[in-house]
């Protein structure tokens, strides 16, 4: 009679070698983040989706190979119930450590057959606990042991899994992100950012780049505990992994925690325009309503005419049309008294007047004339230096004139500092 390929198969693990899948090794990284960064890091692949490890002998008694053999037929079959059925016999026969490793991948496999991560989580304890485990296998068996007491809440049970791993490679950076992540689930954002730091040096010094992901989660553990440095955070972010999205994403949150007024806004928002960032009906607004403030009518017709040209507003559908229609009239009675007035400013005493002049004159996308005003709004005195340095830097960038640009950004001090960085690192990515 024929032996059914299903015992022979059997057999063969009792004979010396086994096919069981190799746990996995966990994996950190953010999940996606549309709006503002996230700090949870992906979930590890399920144990039974790592590769398969090469053959391994296991040396077990003629006793442990009986009392193993219906539990390992039934596997094969993929039969988790009768498994589960004749898995206690071959506990209760295991005494080498083989055969108590072996316990640990038996119920590793079914808790992967029948999606028990308790029963997945209890094989990689038997199998650290069995003596049995090669030395190589031992970091992925802690990893996942991590992951799993994680997953759990289970503080204690990581942070031995992770001592362990700090055993066996005191200087691997994951083992930096992983005190990380045990501190992100403590809530303690600036012990997380402290960690992922020195992941950071510790991937510097072994000469590879650093993931973009960690900043990311700096970010976010940054912006969700509202800390003073998540601007520098986020700007760190930007510049390794610059997009539209992210753009928009910094410079709003930017805005949201400097209590952003209105000049500010208005100056926030022509970056988030000149970055081709604008992506929502409240930034076509903020920005017409912040260039209405300042009478740059020009400004406030073409942004909301943008962003209706893009349907990207809809709610606000007839204040737009109200606000184009009134901007409309009064371009027409600006445009005829625009010369006078420049050549009023430039030659008056109000640093003031060349300001709003330079405002005017930037809102129509005249940015050599805007420049020129807010060099005399300078020269005159009366505005703050920072504001008008930060709208020439702006003038000129818009204008193409990069160097002049930076040195005006440079030379912005004080609240405006900070986005005058920004706006020296989006010039940056300029061609």
Do not use: C
């Amino acid at each position: 009679m024929k032996t059914p390929k299903a015992a022979l198969a059997a057999m063969a693990l009792l004979g010396g070698t086994a096919l069981l899948a190799a746990p996995a090794r966990a994996q950190y990284g953010p999940q996606a983040q549309p709006q503002v960064p996230q700090t949870q890091p992906q979930e590890p692949a399920p144990a039974g989706q790592a590769a398969v490890t090469p053959e391994r002998p296991y040396n077990l008694s003629r006793a442990e190979r009986t009392a193993f053999q219906p539990v390992l037929v039934a596997m094969v079959a993929q039969d988790w119930a009768a498994a589960q059925t004749a898995l206690p016999a071959a506990m209760e026969a295991a005494r080498s450590d083989d055969a108590k490793y072996l316990v640990g991948q038996i119920h590793l496999q079914i808790g992967i057959g029948i999606n028990s991560v308790q029963m997945q989580s209890q094989g990689i304890d038997e199998m650290i606990a069995s003596g049995g485990a090669r030395p190589s296998e031992m970091q992925a068996l802690y990893e996942n042991q991590l992951e799993f007491a994680t997953r759990a809440g289970d503080t204690a049970k990581a942070q031995r899994a992770s001592a362990q791993l700090d055993a066996l490679n005191p200087n691997d950076p994951a083992r930096f992100v992983r005190m990380a992540r045990i501190k992100a689930n403590a809530n303690d954002a600036p012990g997380a950012i402290a960690h992922y730091r020195q992941a950071m040096q510790a991937q510097q010094a072994a000469g590879l780049a650093i993931p973009v992901e960690w900043r990311q989660q700096i970010a976010g553990l940054a912006y969700r505990a509202r800390l003073p440095q998540t601007t520098g955070y986020m700007r760190e972010w930007l510049i390794v992994a610059p997009s539209p999205a992210l753009w928009h994403d910094t410079l709003a949150i930017y805005a949201e925690l400097g209590n952003a007024d209105r000049a500010l806004k208005l100056d926030v928002y022509r970056l988030i325009r000149a970055a081709g960032a604008m992506n929502s009906e409240r930034d076509f607004v903020e920005l017409a309503e912040a260039a209405n403030e300042i009478r740059a009518f020009g400004e406030v017709k073409a942004v909301l005419e943008e962003g209706m040209r893009r349907n990207l507003i809809t709610a606000n559908a007839a204040y737009a049309r109200e606000r184009i229609g009134v901007a409309t009239t009064r371009i027409a009675s600006d445009r005829s008294s625009l010369a006078g007035d420049r050549t009023a400013a430039l030659a008056g005493s109000d640093g003031a007047a060349a300001l709003r002049l330079g405002d005017a004159y930037y809102g129509y996308g005249e940015y050599a004339s805007a420049a020129e005003l807010y060099r005399a709004a300078l020269e005159k005195g009366g505005p703050d230096a920072g504001l008008v340095n930060t709208r020439l830097g702006a003038a000129l960038a818009m204008a193409g004139q990069r160097a002049q640009a930076e040195a005006a950004f440079r030379a912005v001090t004080g609240p405006r500092a900070e986005l005058a960085q920004f706006w020296l690192l989006w010039l940056s990515t300029r061609s």
